[in-house]
């Protein structure tokens, strides 16, 4: 519905009210714009709770006095925090869904808008895409707004799920995501109550779903969808030499974080001493930067390790390329996109059994998956790669073939569109 129509109908509901035309007027100015409610442009500068309330009125009002104008084909508003590459796994999720949902729309299934709270990132994947600018209320307000037209949300974790339309005649069923931590303990009950609400609730990986189930109640509905890469092929140059390098992959938390750094700097010197030219790479930033930096400085094996900071595409292709291993000995990985990525690269992974390693990959045949409450597994399991080259081969070889069976795009395809149309209530050809 154009604006001019909206505010047309919003005019004759005051009006079928008893409404004055200074009634009227005064209902406009309160809507943020002289000519009626804004369809389009930034939304009036203004708190959030009081911005939120000046657009769903005006919204109630033209829903009701016109009949809603349905498109032939459902309306998909793929509605997320960022479309980056390098923003964050979240991210990555965002952008797999982005690509499936825009293969739909060129079947000619359905019509996509994106909504993203940071970033004008992502138009090379086909779809239009609207950007709130990282303002909170704007992304709240723009998602109200595409409400009027949309058949159904689809969010890329609860966190921004909690901006979903909830005044009756905007409420529409929504598909998001349980990543992990986010919803384990001392999670935010406003972020579980979006995952409850749920018309499709979908978790990365069973040990996600489980860890999740036992914790809160009125998951149950909760599919699992594992993820992948955004690619189909393996990068062109597998046949690199490889040195010495061990690489961990992950955001660096508060307090040094649960994705394994401490595990890895703890056991380097005997690693070390073991194979005097092993390196351990970390890649990635965060809040916990400061406490990893500490660790890595103060361990006698610190000449032998490297924190590189966040790092562009083509240069992680290139560490990846070249590394040994990566290692990510987490207690509390929910999935491990990291892991997906390097199996690309045909790199050897070693996991926990803690966490959903175990899941995403297969222990003996694309690396280890270590006990990390038997002391020195986690060592002897990376001396063990670097130390034998033909077992470090086999394993390479395992876990690009796992990679290609799992967790390439066109995988997650597969696993993801089946579930999304339940959304929009259309059943696969």
């Known amino acids: 519905m154009p604006p001019s129509a909206c505010g047309a109908s919003t005019t004759r509901a005051l009006k079928a009210h008893g409404a004055t035309s200074r009634a009227i007027r005064e209902r406009r100015v309160r809507a943020g714009r002289a000519d009626g409610y804004p369809l389009s442009g930034p939304p009036p500068v203004r708190g959030g709770r009081e911005l939120i309330r000046s657009w769903v009125a005006p919204i109630g009002a033209c829903y009701t006095a016109a009949s809603h104008v349905a498109s032939e084909k459902p309306r998909v508003v793929l509605a997320v925090d960022s479309l980056a590459q390098t923003a964050s796994g979240i991210a990555r999720v965002a952008r797999l869904m982005a690509r499936a949902l825009a293969e739909e729309a060129a079947d000619g299934a359905i019509d996509v808008e994106v909504l993203t709270l940071r970033g004008d990132e992502g138009a090379e994947l086909g779809l239009p895409v609207t950007s709130a600018g990282g303002s909170r209320p704007r992304f709240v307000a723009a998602t109200h707004r595409a409400a009027l037209q949309a058949s159904c949300f689809i969010y890329d974790f609860t966190g921004i799920a909690r901006a979903h339309p909830r ?25 579980v109550a979006r995952a409850r609400a749920a018309r499709v609730l979908l978790v990365n990986s069973e040990y996600t779903r489980e860890r999740a189930r036992a914790l809160h109640a009125g998951l149950d509905h909760a599919q699992v969808c594992w993820l992948a890469t955004e690619d189909d092929e393996p990068p062109p140059d597998l046949e690199t030499a490889r040195d010495r390098s061990i690489v961990i ?39 916990g930067r400061g406490t990893i ?5 103060a361990s006698p094996a610190r000449d032998r390790i ?7 595409e083509r240069q992680l292709h290139a560490i990846l390329a070249r590394c040994g291993a990566l290692a990510m000995p987490s207690r509390g990985e929910g999935f491990g996109l990291a892991y997906a990525e390097a199996m690309r690269h045909g790199v050897p992974v070693i996991g926990s ?70 959304l929009w209530n259309v059943r696969p050809a």
């Open 353 to 422: 059994v803690h966490d959903a390693a175990r899941e995403v990959k297969a222990d003996r045949v694309s690396g280890f998956n270590v006990d990390l409450d038997r002391p020195g597994e986690l060592s002897g399991r990376i001396v063990e790669l670097l130390a034998q080259p033909a077992l470090a081969r086999v394993l390479s070889l395992g876990a690009r073939q796992r990679w290609r069976d799992h967790m390439r795009y066109s995988r997650f395809a597969e696993r993801f569109k089946p579930l999304a149309r339940s």
């Open 249 to 287: 992959l992950a955001r660096l938390d508060e307090g040094g974080g649960y994705k394994g750094h401490r595990e890895l700097i703890a056991c380097w010197p005997e690693i070390v001493r073991r194979v005097p030219d092993a390196r351990l790479v970390i890649v990635g930033d965060g809040p």
């Open 293 to 297: 930096e500490s660790l890595a400085k």
């Open 167 to 191: 005044v009756p005649p905007l409420n529409r069923p929504y598909l998001t995501w349980i990543h992990g931590i986010e919803v384990w303990e001392e999670a935010e009950e406003k972020r």
């Open 306 to 312: 490297e924190l590189t900071g966040l790092v562009p």
